[in-house]
């Protein structure tokens, strides 16, 4: 497997485009990615009880187990909870894309991000789409733009693509997604989409998927909040020429690593964009009674806001940390923790077997002064372990989510 | 049921004093209760999986069935992750209350409150604990010098009384409280000690007790995390002459009403004594389909970052409420759900059957600029209720929790 440039666009078969249909103020908010046959489709929604209507459309889509070609996204509104009008509207935004790309309005995925309870601009966005689809290309270029039209308050394009052999075969995956953006009313909202030339059943992409996903989306925490429109759809169109990837063939543990490695990566990114984030947070679990409990303990540490208020204040507060893990509901034996912190700049063990080790506290200032640090803590002879990633919790943080109207 | 001055001291045969030992620099730092006669305990600690020796010490006894004379506190030292060590001078510390008491060690509960990972400074506990019992006294003084001496950066004593008729008799009930303090290396615990003059079964004691905390500790959120140290003991000496309380009794009826209403003040004025906490909100569910999903939901809008950063910059984001009622694992229907904010000043509807309403930007901002707010919300026809209880989200918590050390 090996990292190269470029996003969506990356594997064969694929076309984007971004464009400003002005249902932002400026910036580009609708993207188009279109597959130049069909493909099969894997998804993940928001677990939250409030879906927006594109999320709906979605899943019946994914739920159908038919092919499909194209999804369109708008940035700026999330076509959530605005009721009936709402699912006419994303309806609609399906139709109007099948109708620019002469395909049906079922091969059509839909997703939206933005502000809450306002009915969607259809003039500016069925406008908008036409105006998309004639941009449609495969360059990089046009990664970019669709990268880039996904966005709301995302200080950065966040794309990666990849390339393995398969058989004697090069497959591409490429992928854009989107963080955590504060439109007002509304909450952080999380896109991810993927592509490839792979070919690959459809039972067995969504089961990769579902693997991906509890190893990165579900092991970030920027704020905690689930919003209403969180989705990763996955297209893959067999356009490389690769081998079919089965289910428990050799192929398939490739691609699953590289498939991992892209939606992993993209997790990374989105932290690494989180609001008012000013460090960068790796959290290490290793020796727990099972991965699930591994990942319990890290994804406590990294959501708790007093663990993420001493990472801002370089501050070595490994009782915090300790804590977060004893009420993560895994099993934990506090006498078996060893502990340390480590950055660019050194490594410093703070606790060993559950008793503090005394460490030179100006050591580890200058250790987690740094804005990338890892926490790394064995918690006992388990084959559990698990990496999650989050942020340091900041007055920009506050400022951001409490000030924004100002 | 009428509040009355005083606190722990308030009913018969308690006597209670306050003492500054020297394990912090200044304040008192030890607080002991002593019931005249044996009285029955009831307790509930906290379910992280790191519990500090105290902890498992008062685990002991109140499982013991067994009546108990008193409880010793200590501020300023958690005496958590202390290993073997921790153990032993968790009981030394009720062994040296026996003595001064002239009662049985199993007969003395024991609390601490503090730096995490730091053995107990014993020669100052043990002399404190002397001194201390030599100030004992049945006065509001008193009282009010132990809820003093058990608070760690809490900016205000926490306590209240009550009485009641039973059977032609006054029956009090007294409590104190701690809220959430941060003391290196430590996180926010909470304390909470109640007593009282009735006559009552322990089992039902504990009963009340475990229904008094669903409705009260459970219901508020400072910062989400669950400390090493959480605690609440009650304790119960049948001094008034009173009807012994019975289950199934009218009394039970009377009484638990009280000692709901004691718990709920006390969760009240810890959340308001919240690091950093700007406003106090209070979240009224209704409408859900029971009762454990309307205080899943409550609890949820009230532990959200977004929620509570809304509130910080009043803002009327009835966006994030709705969101985090959706993530909060409880039934919901969307559609079903209407929401308002009021304060001392008004009250504006945001959301109707699911809907927005349009509402007036500049009163919305008035009412949310008040110290007190109440966000009530119907979320369908079920009878489940409940009420949460938390603060904003502010600069100064984040300053308090990450920067602390300057």
């Not at 490839?196 to 190893?215: C, H, N, R, W, Y």
């Not at 939606?263 to 099972?290: P, R, T």
């Not at 591994?294 to 801002?312: E, G, H």
Request: charged residues 20%.
């Amino acid at each position: 497997m090996k990292w190269i440039d470029g996003g969506i666009t990356a594997p064969k078969g694929y076309k984007a485009a971004g464009f400003a249909a002005g249902i932002k103020k400026k910036k580009k908010d609708i993207a188009l990615v279109i597959s130049d046959s069909q493909a099969v489709v894997a998804g993940a929604f928001t677990t939250n009880m409030v879906k927006a209507a594109p999320v709906l459309w979605d899943q019946q889509i994914v739920a159908s187990n038919e092919p499909v070609k194209a999804i369109v996204i708008n940035s700026g509104n999330a076509n959530a909870c605005t009721g009936e009008q709402g699912m006419l509207d994303a309806a609609k935004m399906a139709e109007t894309t099948a109708k620019a790309l002469n395909c049906q309005d079922t091969e059509v995925l839909v997703c939206s991000t933005g502000v809450i309870g306002v009915l969607l601009p259809m003039d500016k966005i069925v406008s908008g789409i036409d105006n998309c689809a004639s941009l449609l290309d495969t360059t990089n270029e046009a990664a970019y733009d669709a990268a880039w039209a996904i966005c709301t308050t995302d200080t950065f394009v966040k794309q990666v693509a990849v390339e393995l052999d398969i058989g004697g075969h090069t497959v591409k995956i490429g992928g854009m997604a989107k963080g955590s953006g504060m439109i007002h009313p509304n909450m952080a909202t999380m896109l991810s989409f993927i592509t490839t030339d792979a070919e690959i059943d459809k039972g067995l992409l969504q089961d990769l998927l579902g693997d991906s996903i509890a190893e990165s989306y579900n092991m970030i925490s920027v704020d905690g909040d689930t919003s209403t429109n969180d989705t990763v759809i996955v297209l893959a169109n067999g356009c490389s020429g690769a081998p079919r990837i089965t289910s428990g063939s050799d192929y398939e543990k490739l691609f699953a690593d590289a498939f991992g490695a892209v939606h992993a990566e993209l997790a990374k990114l989105i932290v690494k964009d989180g609001e008012g984030a000013g460090k960068f947070i790796q959290v290490e679990i290793e020796g727990a009674a099972s991965v699930e409990d591994a990942r319990l303990m890290a994804r406590s540490v990294i959501s708790s806001n007093l663990v993420k208020a001493a990472f801002f204040g370089a501050d070595a507060n490994w009782g915090r940390i300790l804590c977060a893990m004893g009420y993560a509901k895994a099993q934990l034996d506090p006498s078996s923790v060893s502990m340390d912190y480590s950055s660019p700049v050194g490594t410093i063990a703070v606790l060993k077997h559950g008793l503090p080790l005394a460490f030179d506290e100006d050591v580890a200032k200058k250790i987690l002064n740094e804005k990338e640090i890892v926490v790394h803590a064995v918690v006992g002879t388990g084959i559990g372990k698990a990496t999650a990633w989050g942020c340091d919790l900041t007055y920009e943080y506050v400022r951001i989510n409490g000030d924004y109207r100002s």
